[in-house]
């Protein structure tokens, strides 16, 4: 099987299978190979490691993956991408194919069956429509993994390293800098895919932490504040708490709260650092705890 990765071959396989690209499911593949050079070697994989791909398309950085790593686990929603997988993965014995929506997937037990729950190294060139939800769902569910090296539309990728005071500054931001070191690899021109996106694309690398920057008490509350705090951007951050009916946080506890940590009842969300953020939410919780202002 040729190797793919270049617009030729790529072409080729398109045209043999007679493959409609899916706009719905993000299907831009990789045409680029020095692209292709600069992702497998940011991730820094070995024969050691597990690799979960997400969106694998044809297979052309699977094919990539399975010459450096032990396994590779693939997910891909596409049924017709399916049997093109089969043919362009042929010769590697260390690839599973999984056709499945990676939302929906139990990935802790896929971790487990094929790594022993040992933290895998995810890499993948991901469908733009679910890229925040996929990043979430990593940590959020608490996937054993080691590092997370994706290509994303270049403003997300801008919005997982910024720290406050910025227009893209918000919840995934400070989601991505709880749970990882975000660094930049390389910008990515449109004219490295096929079919052609409208949007310039960036490599990100994303180090899980052993231990997360701050101390947080709850940290699905903390979560909690930091997006009721994003969720009205024009508001100051007592309005988005207040008005956050789940929060169970009154106008009083906000401000309260505010002036015990020394900042302005008028400050807004985006002024905060994640240290803050941990501070807020951690007294937020004592504060309701200690019943009804
Ligand atoms: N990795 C290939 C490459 O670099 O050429 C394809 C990348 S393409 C941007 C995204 C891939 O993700 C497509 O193959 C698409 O079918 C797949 N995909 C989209 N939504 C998905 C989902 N919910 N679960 C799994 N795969 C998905």
């Not at 539309?153 to 005071?165: C, L």
């Not at 979560?223 to 708490?241: C, H, M, P, Y």
Request: overall charge negative; charged content about 25%; aromatic content about 6%.
């Amino acid at each position: 099987m040729a190797v793919l990765g270049n617009r030729r071959n790529t072409g080729e396989i398109i045209e043999k299978y007679h493959f409609n690209f899916q706009k719905k499911f993000g299907q831009n593949f990789l045409v680029d190979s020095s692209i292709l050079d600069r992702i497998i070697e940011s991730a820094q994989i070995t024969e050691k490691d597990c690799v979960l791909e997400i969106g694998p398309g044809i297979g052309t950085m699977t094919q990539r993956l399975a010459e450096e790593a032990g396994e590779v686990v693939a997910v891909e929603i596409d049924r017709n991408l399916i049997p093109i997988l089969q043919d362009t993965l042929s010769a590697y014995d260390n690839v599973t194919i999984i056709n499945a929506d990676i939302l929906k997937l139990d990935l802790n037990q896929i971790v487990e069956e094929h790594n022993q729950g040992r933290p895998v190294k995810v890499v993948a060139n991901l469908p733009y429509y679910i890229t925040t939800p996929i990043i979430m769902a990593l940590f959020e569910n608490h996937i054993p993994l080691q590092s997370v090296t994706v290509m994303v539309q270049k403003e997300v990728a801008d919005r997982m390293r910024v720290g406050p005071g910025t227009k893209d500054y918000g919840a995934l931001s400070l989601a991505v800098q709880y749970y990882a070191k975000p660094e930049i690899i390389t910008r990515v021109p449109a004219a490295c895919f096929m079919p052609r996106p409208n949007v310039d694309s960036t490599v990100i690398r994303l180090e899980r932490y052993e231990k997360p920057p701050v101390e947080t008490e709850d940290e699905a509350w903390l979560f909690a504040v930091i997006r009721a705090s994003f969720n009205q951007r024009r508001k100051t951050l007592v309005n988005g708490l207040a008005n956050a009916g789940k929060l169970g946080v009154s106008r009083q506890q906000a401000e309260e709260v505010l002036t015990e940590i020394g900042l302005p009842a008028t400050v807004r969300g985006e002024t905060l650092t994640l240290e803050q953020f941990a501070d807020l939410s951690n007294r937020l919780l004592r504060r309701k705890a200690a019943g009804p202002a």
